[in-house]
């Protein structure tokens, strides 16, 4: 082959090369958002450190993402089910959250110095051991060519984890009701985002395709939006003191959050209006918006590791 097929005729990467670029600084950037992020956000809080926090974000980061790509999956390929699939992710996925799960385990342990028997018998132990074990028993559903039916453990895992999320004495029932929604709203708007994506690659000669899958997902999206937006808005409300916005971890991570959704969701009106009006680029601005999702999955993984902020409250 020859070096043509490396370079394009202007002398720059072709298409290939360039999205293998931004894809390594993109995973980079939220790396080093995911381990130092928490430490910048707490600085000037007079909040107590977290123990290995950069590393609990990253581990969280993996649960999240291994949810997002595992469920998406299961509706992007619906969205998409005309024509090509591209590989599936799936097991790989549900094998990465099992790993972030059993993870979080041993950074359990280390913290806390106790050892792993008594790490397990914990309260967060033991949901984090269900949501490794769900994570298992949704790759096996893919092993025994069910794949349908790892819906059915990844909501176990989705439970656990809400669970989890919400120790605290004041509602916490209400709470985790309402991180089931939005940690699956959340999952299926990034993952069912990027399948679409992935399998429209494979179709790129076909226009006409690209919009109605396009616009099947924009349909999605909208649901989609409006429960993160409505579980999202209650959550902060039951958590976070307005008097402490900016005077917390919480309250600047939370900022930054929405300012990413924000940002997102504008790129998600771009696309539909590049889509309604046929035009080819339309991909572009979706594909700004899954790398925007991306970094805002990370710090959605910092928000479940800053401390609560109603002890700083002054009411």
Known sequence: MSSSAAVSDDGLPHRGGRTAVLTAALVLTALAIAYFGTRF?????????????????????????????????????????????????????????????????????????????????????????IMANGFLAAAGCIALRRPALAALPLALVIVAEAIRAHPEPYSPEFGAALTVCHLTAAS??????????????????????TTAVLARYARLAVWLLAVLAVTGTLSTLRRLPPDVVFDTAYGKVLMAKVALVVVACALALVARHRMVRARPDAELPARVELAVLAIAIVVSAMLTVVPDPQWLSTR
């Open 188 to 209: 299926l708007w990034v993952g069912g985002l990027l399948h679409v994506l992935r399998a429209l690659r494979l179709r790129r000669p076909n226009r006409a395709d």
């Open 41 to 129: 956000a707490m600085r000037g809080t007079g909040e107590l450190p977290i123990p290995a926090a950069g590393t609990a974000t990253l581990l969280r980061t993996v649960v999240f993402v291994a949810l997002a790509i595992h469920l998406g999956e299961l509706v992007g390929a619906r969205l998409a089910s005309r024509g090509g699939q591209p590989r599936s992710w799936a097991t790989a996925a549900a094998l990465a959250g099992a790993a972030g799960a059993a993870g979080q385990i041993v950074r359990l342990a280390l913290v806390s110095d106790i050892d792993m028997a008594t790490a397990y018998g914990t309260r967060e132990g033991q949901l984090l051991l």
